[in-house]
């Protein structure tokens, strides 16, 4: 336990918080856990909610011309889906890995800067209330995730305004948490975990950060220049004064491509973790796998203007954009081809983690297809806007993204709980999840070549649309059930009692099951060793001249501390609960407001911000000893 | 061979390096301003020359690139520092200048 | 286990279930089927798409069938309890799983450069010109060409409908109208963007403000094409809908002689009625001239659709092709409160009564 | 392990200080900000205006010359005073420091007169694109020099009530980073807003 006592008031007023349990020590904490958990547990609450709003969507478009909601409604239901489910829900569960997985991963007692990350998690749970806040004040943003100027700026509710005054905030957010990751993952590694031996999520964590590094400024002046154009009426994307509504799109799409790697290399990195361990091999060609991340990365950021084929950039430029697309599935291929390559000739073990990973594979495979079709441009002219493009990132980010989260959810719960989810039903919540998913979005590809244009709330019954939409219906709501099975095993699991029977049930590879589950405090009693990648598996077995694999006898392995997380660990001086990054953060939103209704607000907004970064800085990291 | 190496090695971590390299002294500083001051004052005075854009922007476009080189090496000694933090910096600097060059191009707005 | 061998059995019954799911994929009855092209530009992408569908359909085959083979040919068997053989990598096989799919994509994007080329180029000469307009939330049809100036010396301009001829280019130039209609802000058409689309005749191409994107189309059956705005443009971005008739040769031409005569002056007493509370406005105050044209009277708005030859048997809906015009139920129903049957229309409910209602529906019927 | 973590500063695994890490990433992500603002400019400059002054109308070159050599004169205050606070001199750190923090004011000082006369003579942020554009790139640049003063106030401050790490010198080469990023940004802004003459500037 971090041996903190009587605190130091810091700056004088306040009192320093100590508490690390009780619920107050949830809005303290600085240890990367918690807030890994926070994370969770919100970017879970926002999925819940975005998810009911697909459900409207869906329960609204069960037939032709129905009035479940009406057209103004319906606008505010998708784009408020988009924004949550992007922005809300995958950016910050990714985070909840991150945070959680990274420093255990490495072999770190905690991030680079942990009162940063407590920040950069208020910041984002503040800016997604104070986006949902605009329910309640004259309207949810309406212009679809991507804003389009000049529908976006010339809109005469105030949704949109919240949609760049939120997604700025959650920016910040993930800007800090961004360098943060990125400083961790590079500076605090555990002796010995030289680049190659670095777990590949954490690697996919890596390279998720520089992607947000770079990609995050230019969304956060395209949000500036779109409230600037809505509060004080510049002219950026105005064009009867000669403003070029196609900036924003070139601007939103520069962010909004590395985004969507953004929203898949997580889950890369889960499958890349889960699939060795059933497998009982080694993840086949680590180097390849790690560089094909680097490369998805890196081409990215070339392929923007693979939205705007149709909005008429000329021949060559859909040239040039359609071709540096199509390459995208080199890279991603490797991938798969390796994941593939790391399952044949193993020991399949079908657990739960592993359907999902499986699942995952499969499904992203069919977005990933449908995403070269839409490289070839003159097709994409078809298919553009229609329920076809819906289809696809539906099976890329849901397919993929979703099933690896539940994989992940599945695979490191006793590690983060102490307590196994029930195999039973998380094996039939991914069987009513995949069979409900296909069912969802399967049809929507059929309905996108038919001439279904999305964002639609009706669509008139001559269209012959009626089917397909139907079924798609029906799947969502198969999801829904699934995730009720979901929450169910939650709920049952957490009345069980705490403890593992196998503190390694999944017979893992990574170094942070060599902790306890859940690990303490200070992550590891001794910072561990790390002699080669699959550093745990590698302290479990050997393999022997002729390449077979034999186990470590118990107790003879380097390194190997079988008194897991035994309450030793005094003298290590953790960084210390403090308010300090929650007042800071909770300025931000005050800010928000501000911009929307008064000067005085906003300053007041300023002063709280800058107070709590002020408390922040003149405070220690760590609480001085009595 | 992508063997992964089982055999122990030593700690990874590097020695405990000086946060900074050496850094230039206060003269040095004060040489590197007045070349800046100077630098300035040619820019400056571009403005009331009569030269014809041609040559203009690229002699701007030059001083300008010298005072930045200047502030980068020296005031912020990436010419002395880490080579890592200069990467990490010219990942940004040359990103930023690609991608918006091809953003401008998009728009043809070097061709009027 | 089992249930996993069942599943094995009845792929090929899949296979046959989805290739009678695409052969029912061109179904020509569905108005908006990409896959029942009726023009050469929307036969060329539909040509285009399907080669690329196929090479998908052999990479998923490969990819999700190993799959499936290895779920079953190595998954643990419970007498099993020793390691498979650990192997790490393999860099000759890694290299070529780089360069087969980058081969793959290479053929494919030859037949798509090529194609993205031969789009793009200009319509020929005899193409017929017109200007298409988005609006909030409906399209304007100007026909710009020389030859087809009315009688009172305006282009021909249609709402809704673009009728063509058959067989003949049309080169559309697609513009962002808006801005035209005055009141606050929940009255104005701003000028946004929308996307043009007609699916049965071509892809997409947007509609930008402050620029003009170039579209050619052409149908080679006389028929009716419907289309639809497919960016998100606002509130009604749904219910922003269109048609194209393509007229045979002689048809167009009547057509044409039709349009360019001025709107027909009513002899009926209830539709003079209509012209007149039409021309000097409603109970209310309203003016329908403040945004409407009427060809040949003092009508002459572009902020509206254009109502000169709105019975026209060619322009088959109004108010963005939500409804028939034939359907006088609902354009009672529309002109009762525009702004409640599509929800937040720019038209303004001007609280007619039923009296003028019935006399401005009566008007309307009679401009053929 | 009885080892103190949290000296954590000098022990990574590359050696390279956490923050100074995170101070050049975060300066290389500033780079993509600034380059969207400049670029906005660029895109949007010497399209002639419907409305408004155009940059001819306004831009007094001189004046914002001698801007221009206060913010560079404050890049050498501020290696100076890092160069002090290396030579553990805290009062001349903290004079230099201050220095700077002047300089910046004045800096800032003379952005607010440019604009208020700019102002008056009808540039508006919604009159015409280059009053767009300009006052937001500029406002930006703004922002970041009054942020730097603030932690340049507050190091002095700090330094006053003895609440600088013992290693004083690396929170000023800290904020001397931010602080000549700022100074090269407005290198660039300087040549490319005030300098190149626009189409209609002749
Ligand atoms: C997780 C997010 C994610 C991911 C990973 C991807 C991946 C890809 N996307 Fe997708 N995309 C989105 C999310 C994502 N996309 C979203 C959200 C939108 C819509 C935004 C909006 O409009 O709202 C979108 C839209 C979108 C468009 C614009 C469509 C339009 O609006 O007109 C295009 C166009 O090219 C595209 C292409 C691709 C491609 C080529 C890939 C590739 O990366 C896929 C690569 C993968 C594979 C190809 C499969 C595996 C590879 C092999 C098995 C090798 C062999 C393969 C071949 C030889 C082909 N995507
Ligand atoms: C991560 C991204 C993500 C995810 C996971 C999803 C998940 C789903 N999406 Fe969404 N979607 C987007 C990202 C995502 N979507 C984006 C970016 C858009 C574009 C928006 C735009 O155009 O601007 C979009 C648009 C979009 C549309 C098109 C709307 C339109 O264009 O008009 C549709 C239509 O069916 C749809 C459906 C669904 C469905 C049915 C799910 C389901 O899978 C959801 C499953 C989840 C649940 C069913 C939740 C379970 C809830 C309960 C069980 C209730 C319990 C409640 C409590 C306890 C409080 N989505
Ligand atoms: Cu117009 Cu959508
Ligand atoms: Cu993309």
């Known amino acids: 336990m971090a041996s903190v006592s009587v605190p130091r008031t810091a700056a004088g007023i306040l009192r320093r918080p100590t508490a690390t349990t009780g619920v107050w020590s949830w809005f303290t904490t600085v240890d990367h856990k918690k807030i890994g958990i926070m994370y969770g547990v919100a970017a879970f609450a926002f999925f819940l909610i975005g998810g009911l709003e697909a459900l409207l969507i869906r329960a609204q478009l069960a037939g032709p011309e129905l009035s479940v909601v009406n057209a103004d409604q319906y606008n505010q239901l998708f784009t408020m889906h988009g924004v949550t489910m992007i922005f809300l829900f995958v950016m910050p569960m990714a985070a909840a890995f991150f945070n959680y997985l990274i420093p255990l991963q490495i072999g770190a007692r905690d991030v680079a800067f942990p009162r940063l990350n407590a920040f950069s998690f208020w910041v984002f749970l503040l800016g997604g209330l104070f986006l949902y806040s605009s329910w309640f004040l004259g309207g949810a943003p309406n212009g679809g995730w991507f804003g389009y100027a000049p529908n976006s700026t010339t809109d005469p509710s105030v949704g949109m305004s919240f949609y760049a005054l939120g997604l700025l905030i959650t920016g910040i957010a993930s800007a ?414 005050v800010m928000g407001y501000g911009v929307l209704y008064s000067w005085w607000v906003l300053a007041l907004g300023a002063l709280v911000t800058v107070v709590g970064l002020y408390g922040w800085a003149l405070e220690p990291s760590v609480a001085e000893e009595a | 061979m992508e063997r992964t190496e089982t055999r122990p090695v030593g700690p990874q971590t590097a020695p405990p390096r000086p946060s900074h390299g050496p850094h230039p002294s206060a003269k040095e500083y004060v040489r590197i301003g007045v070349v800046l001051a100077v630098l300035t004052a040619l820019e400056v005075a571009t403005y009331y020359v009569d030269v014809s854009r041609a040559i203009l922007i690229p002699t701007l476009f030059v001083l300008a690139v010298l005072k930045f080189l200047l502030v980068v090496l020296w005031f912020m000694h990436l010419r002395f520092d880490d080579r890592r933090y200069a990467r990490f910096f010219v990942m940004g600097l040359a990103g930023a200048a690609t991608l918006y060059l091809i953003v401008l191009l998009l728009f043809g707005a070097f061709s009027g | 286990m089992k249930s996993k061998a069942r599943w094995t059995r009845s792929w090929p019954l899949a296979l046959v279930l989805a290739a009678l799911a695409l052969s029912a994929c061109s179904d020509p009855n569905l108005p908006q089927n990409t896959f029942a092209p009726a023009g050469p530009v929307a036969r060329k992408q539909a040509d285009l798409f399907w080669p690329v569908f196929w090479v998908a359909v052999g990479v998923f085959l490969v990819v999700e069938g190993g799959i499936v083979w290895m779920a079953i040919r190595f998954r643990h068997r419970r007498d099993r309890d020793r390691f498979p053989a650990q192997i790490h990598g393999n860099s000759r096989l890694e290299v070529g799983w780089t360069i087969l799919p980058a081969v793959v994509i290479a053929v494919i994007m030859v037949p798509t450069v090529s194609l993205i080329w031969d789009l793009a180029r200009p319509a020929g000469a005899g193409a017929l010109n017109v200007t298409a307009e988005g609006h909030q939330w409906w399209w304007g049809f100007r026909y710009t060409d020389e030859d087809m100036r009315t009688s009172y010396d305006q282009p021909i301009v249609t709402a809704d409908v673009l009728v063509i001829p058959v067989g003949r280019d049309v080169s559309l130039s697609l513009e962002s109208a808006g801005g035209l209609i005055g009141g606050g802000p929940e009255q104005a058409d701003y000028a946004v963007i929308h996307s043009f689309w007609v699916p049965r005749l071509a892809g997409k191409q947007d509609v930008v403000p402050g620029r003009t994107n170039r579209l050619v189309l052409r149908a080679d059956e006389p028929g009716t094409y419907w289309g639809q705005c497919a960016e998100f443009c606002g509130l009604q971005h749904a219910q922003m809908r269109f048609r194209v008739v393509a007229l045979p040769q002689a048809e167009w031409e009547r057509w044409v002689a039709n349009q360019k005569r001025p709107a027909v002056t009513p002899t009926d007493p209830e539709a003079r009625r209509g012209m007149d509370l039409f021309l000097n406005g409603v109970s209310g105050g309203g003016q329908c001239i403040a945004c409407h044209a009427v060809g040949g009277t003092e009508a002459a708005s572009p902020a509206g659709p254009n109502l000169t030859h709105f019975a026209d048997p060619t322009h088959e809906c109004f108010a963005g092709c939500i409804w028939e015009t034939s359907d006088r139920a609902a354009l009672e129903e529309w002109l009762r409160n525009p702004t409640q049957a599509k929800l937040g229309s720019k038209m303004p409910d001007y609280n007619l009564t039923e009296d003028e209602i019935d006399a401005l529906v009566a008007y309307l019927y009679s401009l053929t | 392990m009885a080892a103190v973590e949290h000296a954590v500063e000098h022990e990574t695994t590359t050696g390279l200080p956490n923050t100074k890490l995170a101070m050049w990433l975060f300066l290389a992500s500033e780079c993509l900000l600034f380059g969207a603002l400049i670029s906005a400019y660029v895109l949007y400059r010497g399209a002639d205006p419907l409305d408004g002054p155009t940059p001819a109308d306004v831009f007094d070159i001189p004046y914002t010359s001698v801007s221009a050599f206060v913010l560079l004169a404050s890049s050498l205050t501020m290696v100076l005073a890092l160069s002090a606070a290396q030579r553990d001199d805290a009062v001349r750190m903290r004079l230099w420091l201050l220095t700077t923090a002047m300089l910046g004011m004045i800096f800032v000082g003379g952005q607010v007169y440019e604009f208020t006369t700019f102002y008056n003579e009808g540039l508006t942020v919604d009159v015409n694109l280059f009053g767009t554009t300009f006052y937001v790139l500029t406002g930006f640049h703004g922002v970041h020099v009054t942020v730097g003063i603030l932690m340049l106030l507050s190091l002095v401050g700090m330094s006053l009530a003895g609440r600088l790490p013992a290693d004083a010198a690396f929170p000023v080469e800290m904020v001397g980073l931010y602080w000549h990023f700022v100074d090269i940004v407005w290198i660039v802004i300087f040549t490319v807003v005030y300098l190149i003459p626009t189409g209609t500037a002749g």
């Open chain 1, 176 to 589: 800090a948490s961004a360098v943060n990751l990125a400083v961790t993952v590079i500076n605090m590694r555990a002796p010995g975990m030289s680049l190659f031996r670095v777990p590949i999520f954490t690697w996919m964590g890596l390279v998720v950060q520089f992607l947000l590094v770079f990609s995050l400024p230019i969304i956060t002046v395209a949000l500036f220049q779109l409230l600037f154009d809505r509060r004080w009426d510049t002219a950026f994307f105005d064009p009867t004064r000669g403003g070029d509504p196609i900036l924003w799109q070139h601007m939103f799409w520069l962010f909004g491509h590395p985004e969507v790697y953004i929203l898949i290399l997580p889950a890369f990195g889960i499958i890349s973790e889960i699939l060795p361990v059933f497998s009982r091999k080694p993840l086949f060609g680590y180097q390849f796998v790690v560089f094909s991340g680097i490369a998805i990365g890196f081409i990215g950021f070339g392929v923007w203007a693979h939205h705007m084929y149709a909005a008429g950039l000329g021949p060559v430029a859909n040239t040039a954009f359609g071709i540096s697309t199509a390459i995208i599935a080199v890279p991603t291929g490797v991938k798969i081809f390796n994941w593939m390559a790391t399952m044949y000739g193993g020991d399949l073990r079908f657990r739960s983690p592993m359907l999902y990973v499986v699942g995952a594979i499969m499904m992203f495979v069919i977005g990933g297809l449908s995403g070269v079709m839409h490289s070839v441009v003159p097709s994409d002219y078809q298919q553009t806007d229609t329920y076809f493009i819906v289809a696809h990132f539906h099976y890329v980010i849901f397919g993929g993204g979703v099933f690896a989260f539940f994989a992940g959810l599945v695979f490191w719960w006793p590690k983060v709980f102490g307590r196994m989810l029930s195999e039973r039903l998380a094996k039939i919540q991914f069987w009513i999840m995949l069979v409900g998913f296909n069912l969802t979005f399967g049809p929507m590809h059929v309905l996108g070549m038919q001439g279904m244009i999305r964002r639609s709330f009706t669509y008139p019954e001559a269209l012959g649309l009626t089917f397909w939409n139907q079924m798609a219906t029906v799947g969502s709501y198969l999801i829904a059930v699934a995730v009720l099975v979901f929450i169910a095993n939650v709920v049952i699991t957490q009345r069980k009692p705490k403890g593992l029977d196998d503190e390694d049930p999944w017979d893992a590879r990574s170094l942070e099951w060599t902790t306890s589950s859940p690990p303490p405090e200070h992550n590891f009693d001794e910072i561990p060793t790390v002699h080669a990648l699959d550093e745990f598996w590698h302290r479990k077995y050997v393999e022997d001249e002729r390449g077979r694999v034999v186990r470590v006898p118990a107790g003879a392995a380097p390194d190997h501390d079988p008194a897991r997380g035994g309450g030793s660990g005094h003298a290590i001086h953790l960084p210390s609960p403090s308010f300090w990054p929650l007042v800071a953060a909770i300025g931000l939103p």
